[in-house]
């Protein structure tokens, strides 16, 4: 196993602050919400876990006893669909076989939901965001209710506004807030300039 | 390429922006000594991107000081070359030519004429290139004979169109192991993005002209910007989240600002009309 403080990007000498906080901050960038459905969701799981190692190492060093790591255990899970052919296409899918599952689920006679969910996946994975994002407002669309799926359409609606950001680039310019809080520290009177 | 990926300036610290241009000079330096005194010509900031993104993150920053190409009295502090600069001169060359290509079968007899002398002049450095990268040159042959296949049945789905440039600047970067994965990802999205916003910019001019745009098919003749913009904000964030995975080394902090400050603001200008006036911006320092 690598060295918990260079996984980590601190000094051992670094106080439990700043092991804290630049363990937090790395949570933050490789946390599972920034992967969902990513093609490289597997490397993000392995940094976190080397994170979460490194972060358990040294609280166990420095107080001998308990830890408080990330532990938020995270797996892809998806909901069990009665359909045997559609739990193949998603182990397909999973398995990054991308066209045995399409040719799946192209055989398949009827659409509803779920065949909308997974073709809107296997476009996802595929980077073919536009066709992706149809399907899933159409799985959406024949089931409401399907929280997979509207998760899986929020993801995408969220745009540019979700996912992680490095210090400093938080606001690229867009960002109301930030652009207010800005101006009004700039200016003397303390309003917005703008 | 577009220039379309450049970075921030404003934002960009100084010892970035030093790194940036050496890099930039390097590259310039680098097409000259392989591929004589015009390949120079097709130096631009996309292909700096890739140099940068494809060095290897263990090595520093070192530039040496070498004789700029465009005024022969002034010396330059430019990266030494490398192995990532070789790989991007020699991809530059072979895909400016087959564009040039394009451009020559595109534009009829007359206004053909300079890009076909152009192509004519920088066969032999694009066979040059060719015999260097073979795959890639296959890969830019074949995914430009698709896409132009695409747009000539005028094709509706904005992926399937872009896939074809998306796929092109993939193979840019060797697929294999865990970096090549996330390489692949992140360029493939790239090339999505760059593809899309050159044809939001160019929804107007192929309006009037008559031309296919992918755009236009897939949202109708005036577009629909609030999609578009969402499906490349969504690239941004998968090239975003690529570079995250990867170690980058001292190239991170400009790679970081281009592609979280630099994309972002040229989307924004492309979106606005305003992407002509900085295109011709140069990211130079002003001490100069």
Partial sequence: ??????????????????????????????????????????????KMKEINEAYDTITKQRSGGASGGY?????QS???T???????????????????????????????????????????????????MQNYAQAVQLDPNNMEYRQALAVMQRGAMGGYRPMGYSSAGCDPCTTYLCCSMCTPWGGPCC | MFGYVRPFQPELKCKDLSLYQATYCGLCRCLRRRYGLIAPLFLNYDFTFLALLLWEPEASFVPCRGRCHAGLLRKEPMCPDSPALDQAADQSVILAWWKLRDSVRDEGFWRGIPARILSWLMGPARRKAARRRPAFDRTVQSCLEELSALEGEG??????????????????APQEGARGRILSQLLYHLGRWIYLADARDDLEEDRLAGRYNPVAARYGPAGDDRALRLTMDQSLELIGAA???G????????????????????EEAVFDGSWKEIKKQKIRRNDR
């Fill in chain 1, 82 to 132: 009665a359909d045997p052919t559609y739990i193949r296409v998603r182990n397909l899918i999973n398995a990054g076989d991308l066209n045995s599952a399409e040719q799946l689920l192209f055989e398949m006679g009827r659409k509803d939901g779920e065949w909308y969910f997974l073709s809107g996946s296997i476009a996802y994975r595929r980077g073919w965001l536009d066709e992706a």
């Fill in chain 2, 155 to 172: 094709c509706p789905s904005l992926d399937r169109t872009a896939d074809t440039f998306a796929r092109l600047l993939q193979s840019a």
């Fill in chain 2, 247 to 266: 170690d980058f080394g001292c190239r991170l902090p400009v790679l970081e600002n281009i592609i979280y400050l630099g994309l972002p603001r040229v």
């Fill in chain 1, 78 to 80: 998806y909901q069990r």
């Fill in chain 1, 71 to 75: 532990q938020q255990g995270y797996q």
């Fill in chain 1, 1 to 46: 196993m690598r060295d918990p403080y260079s996984v980590l990007g601190v000094s051992p000498s670094a106080s439990d602050e700043e092991v804290k906080k630049a363990y937090r901050d790395l949570a933050r960038r490789y946390h599972p919400d920034n992967y969902q459905n990513n093609p490289l969701a597997d490397l993000a799981e392995e």
């Fill in chain 2, 243 to 245: 570079l995250q995975l």
